[in-house]
């Protein structure tokens, strides 16, 4: 049926019958809507990291509708991507492709992921994209690594600690070691009070000075004594 306008319905059905108030959106349109909202919104949380693109796929040729911190180099008009054509032949193409290897025009690595956005009819409309540029994330990641690295020689051993151990700890370890040994600290015999030192020394309770004369009065033995059971 042809209008008084000269426009006919069918050249209609593929157009948005909305004001500019945003009345009367079809269903189709107000998610895509919808969508631009997210892609915005996302977009603004990693500025200069994460570019984010929303394709309108009802548009084949003209599909970017949003291009928030552009990264990629595109305008909002240009053509929809290989994966959103597939979508638009394809209603069952998966409708979430995560963490995929890309790359950006200039050669820059990116991670993407491509997020498909239905209709309740079970039609693809539109395909909001993440890209983030992890050009700028390898050399932090490689500096961390660095920076928490330790020596292979000393994995795994505990060469000092960073915090003063107490008394009452100190007196506590040696008692649950005595305990352990169905013994009192004093009642311990010399090679178990050899082991018992070495393994205080070990976990740090030697970094207060008074700690030698906690161990000796403890095991009743001399500090020289306790100094000679670290070697």
Request: aromatic share 4%.
């Amino acid at each position: 049926m042809t209008h008084p306008t000269g426009r006919r319905d069918d050249e209609r059905a593929g157009q948005s019958a909305v004001p500019d108030d945003g009345r009367h959106l079809t269903d189709d349109e107000h998610l895509v809507r919808e969508a631009e909202r997210i892609a915005v919104a996302v977009g603004r949380m990693f500025p200069g990291l994460c570019e984010v693109v929303l394709h309108d796929l009802r548009r084949p040729d003209s599909a970017i509708r949003v291009i928030e911190n552009n990264l990629s180099g595109r305008q909002v008009g240009d053509s929809a991507t290989e994966l959103g054509l597939r979508r638009i032949a394809d209603p069952d193409y998966p409708g979430v492709i995560q963490n995929y290897s890309n790359r950006f025009p200039d050669g820059r690595p990116a991670k993407s992921t491509s997020i498909g956005i239905k209709n309740a009819e079970g039609r693809y409309i539109a395909a909001l994209c993440l890209n983030l540029d992890v050009s700028t994330l390898s050399p932090l990641a490689l500096t961390l690594a660095n920076l928490v690295a330790t020596e292979v020689e000393h994995q795994g051993e505990a060469l000092e600690t960073l915090r003063d151990r107490t008394g009452r700890e100190l007196r506590s370890a040696i008692d649950s070691f005595a305990a352990q040994r169905s013994s009192t600290p004093r009642g311990l015999n010399r090679d178990q009070k050899r082991e018992l030192v070495r393994q205080l020394h070990r976990e740090g309770f030697f970094e207060t000075r008074s700690s030698a004369q906690i161990i000796a009065d403890q095991l009743g033995v001399s500090r020289a004594t306790v100094y000679n059971y670290t070697k």
